[in-house]
């Protein structure tokens, strides 16, 4: 009799608290609780795809910009010594100019000039180029002003002569052009001379001769 009452009451679970139990934790979920986990999981997919699509985005920029600075680099990278030549081509100008004047172009004065067209090729297949300034109005990305000289056939601030040609390489300014600007005739103005060590591209301040 004691055996067969512990084995109807032992300690291990009966069998109506064994179906609560499992009944409890294999409960379906409801229509609306699967309705607001699909609509969490869709905010959730989209805000992924939203940083995938930025995350695209920020490194196509980061690529393109790298190409930019890359490509500028190399263009650039015999900027010094291009920027080193530009003198020598200067005195190849000035040569030839104080040879057609005397000579009256003779042979040696052909070589010099056949000399200075092949170093301008040379550096245009580099990018050099040079630009114009007679007749355009002073600006300080493109000019250095020597002289400011009272004229009367064209408006002030105008560049009248290059002293020194400016260049490009790329479209970037390496060298400023060295110019003469004018200024209006009827201020009882003077050529100045370039102020030493100025090199602000702005024209020299003017000075009154009865001072």
Known sequence: ????????????PVDGDTDQ??????AADTP??????????????????????????????????????F????ENASERLITDLLPVLDDFDRLLKSAR????????????ELIASKLSKILSLRGVQPFESVGKPFDVNYHD???????????????????DRGYKLN????????????????????AVPP???????????PTDLDS
């Not at 479209?171 to 003077?190: G, N, Q």
């Not at 102020?195 to 301040?205: I, V």
Request: aromatic share 2%; no cysteine.
């Open 1 to 12: 009799m004691m055996k067969r009452e512990e084995s109807a009451h032992g300690a291990g």
């Open 21 to 26: 139990e499992s009944t409890g934790k294999g």
């Open 32 to 69: 609306e609780d699967i309705q607001q986990k699909l609509e969490l999981a869709i905010r959730e997919t989209e805000q992924l795809k939203e940083q995938l699509l930025r995350k695209a985005a920020e490194f196509e920029n980061y690529k393109r910009r790298m190409e930019i600075e």
């Open 71 to 74: 490509r500028s680099i190399i």
């Open 101 to 112: 004047k005397e000579t009256g172009g003779d042979v040696l004065s052909q070589g010099f």
């Open 145 to 163: 002003a020597l002289l400011q000289m009272p004229r009367t056939d064209v408006p002030p601030n105008t560049v009248v002569e290059e002293v």
């Open 171 to 190: 479209d970037k300014v390496i060298r400023h052009a060295k110019v003469i600007v004018s200024t209006p005739a009827d201020d009882s103005l003077s």
């Open 195 to 205: 102020q030493a060590g100025n090199s602000s591209g702005r024209p020299p301040e």
